[in-house]
């Protein structure tokens, strides 16, 4: 038996409450607008710390929450699908969380990051830039990534926030801005 098997329980009685009939039509956009971003660590999942139900949010999430290039990617692709299958919108707005007591703040040990990347071949350098060391800073940095990226629809907004493990809340960092438009951050 693998750890997923009791589960299975839990989805055939989410099955039986027929929440998944309510989903969005294409482009399958969340029914609050919403493309959150946020790391990998199961303390901080979007369900629970913004009460997330079925289909209100895409929900991405990388270790730290940083914005790879496989986000962007991803990022790009679902505001082009706005762009050409309802160009009227409604457009959706992208946010990234980082948090306190990051697990990708392991990487600041060099001996660990060393071996990673002696392990898997990633680059030693672009590994050293990936720790949430303060993550207001991160998530700016992220933010300002995104808005720089000419892949993504200008139409869409990103803004930035930090989550603290020790309060269970969020604090915004960053406030909504356009791709090619002010990097307002504050
Ligand atoms: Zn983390």
Partial sequence: M????????????????????NAPRLPFLPFKGLYVITCIDPRTDPAEFL???FAEAIVARTVGGRVTDAVIQDLSYIGYL??????DGPYFEAVVIHHTDCGS?????????HGFAQRSGYDEDMLALLPATVPAETVRSDVRKILAA????SRIT???????????????VAEPAHPVAD???V
Avoid: H
């Avoid at 693998?2 to 009939?21: D, H, M, Q, V």
């Avoid at 706005?82 to 160009?87: F, G, L, N, Q, S």
């Avoid at 703040?105 to 990051?113: G, K, T």
């Avoid at 990103?158 to 915004?172: F, N, P, R, W």
């Fill in 82 to 87: 706005v762009e050409t299958k309802a160009p």
């Fill in 158 to 172: 990103v803004s930035g926030m930090v989550y603290d493990t020790a309060t269970g809340l969020l604090e915004t």
């Fill in 183 to 185: 990097l307002c951050l």
């Fill in 150 to 153: 000419p892949q993504i629809s």
């Fill in 51 to 53: 009460g997330l139900q």
């Fill in 105 to 113: 703040r392991l990487l600041e040990d060099p001996a660990l990051r």
């Fill in 2 to 21: 693998s750890n997923i098997t009791p589960l299975l329980e839990r989805n055939k009685a989410f099955a039986a409450t027929g929440t998944w009939r």
